[in-house]
């Protein structure tokens, strides 16, 4: 069945059963079908704000990027007035891409290679070759067709909508409770691209509940046994030492904390009594920088070795922790970004940016990821991750770009990245396994997965089941 059937099939409002989500369970068929990909691809991905690039990844006048989602390849250009414009990235002759990857058209024209068209940077037929020969064009239709384009957190934001809903009010609650980080200042320390053999989200669904860590992670449940904890598989008992990650759904995002806090009760009494010890506390933040290389900047590590040094006082390590690297940043000359610890806990931890991205948000850093789907296969997703880092002016390094065809050609992923991607494989080759019907989820800590779902069903479906 083709979409267009499904959509006379579905009508609007109406989930075609093999489709349909219970209040805690997701069919594997939204993972697996040829069809629903099409369909996400045509309604959900047409519809939505998605992140392009950085915008330090277009840095001057005629730079531009290809943004390719699905059979869709958008371009994104920057303009001789530093703005930035957006356009499908067809030549309005014959459709030929006009440009390929990433450049900067430095005589301020872009031009298509076929037959010579150029374009200015802002979309408009600049020169076509006898252009007399062509007869009764209107006017309108030798431009570059416009994508819209907005900017948040120094990410460019395409939408193929005809009339995007504002960005920032598609984003909320994230441009408030990020805005103290100022990730619009952040900076790539690295950036790394692989593909994967699964559907792009049985990827984002591996980072965006921490449910999974004390399974697939047993080590950071470990941190006294020093900055680098064995990873055995942790018994039973060993989980109440598991951190308790509840989701928060919002309307069109979600989010999970990672981290203890200190009014989180009970449920964490295990983690609060590790993390009472300066050098207990030490040790997982420099895991973090040894062994993920982000959430944990190199200067961030020398103050976790400076913290393990320290006696247990009346201040928790982790406020010590923060306030050495606050002191360490600004000795550095880095504009570190100031806020309460309320403003830090609520944007600290583990958003879903839907549909694409997903940020782990700390002061000093964020550690990414951006899944992207494939354009015919929902078996198949290219993979990025990335650490983006507040530098001091002047020294924003050349960042480490690294792009493999298969994950496993490259030994740099750090353990717990590794473990990670050491399960994508097999969680996405059982979902096909005919004794598997579909996810059953836990309502605490793997609801971002749910409400992945709930969004998805309004703009594909038209089925709009949940208020906030
Ligand atoms: S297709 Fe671009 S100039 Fe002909
Ligand atoms: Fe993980």
Redesign the pocket.
Known sequence: MSASDAATETGNGKVPPKYACGETFVPKTRYIDPEFLHLELERLFTAVWQPACREEEIPDAGSFYEYTIGRQSIMVVRQKDASIKAFYNA??????K?VRGAGCAADGDLR??????RFGLDGRSAFVPSRDEFLHRPREQWSLRPVSVGTWGGWVFVSMAENPQDLLEWLDPLPMALEPFRLQDMRFRWRKRTKLAANYKTVIDAFIEGYHTPGTHPQTLRPMQGPRPSAEPAPPQEYVYAPYTPTIPYRNHSRFIYTARPDSGDRDSARREQAARPEVFANSMQYNYLEVGSLVTERDYRAAQQLATMDAGDVPPFVLYHQLCEQLARAEGVDFPTMTMEQYFAGNGDWHVFPTLVLLVEKSCVLGYRMLPDAEDPNRCVFEMFSLEHFAPGEVPQTSWLEVERWQDHDGWGELPTQDLQNIDAIHAGMHSRGFEGLWLNTAQEMSIRNEHAIADRFIFGVDDRDD
């Open positions: 030549c309005t002759h014959r459709g030929m006009v298509c290679a076929f037959h010579g068209w």
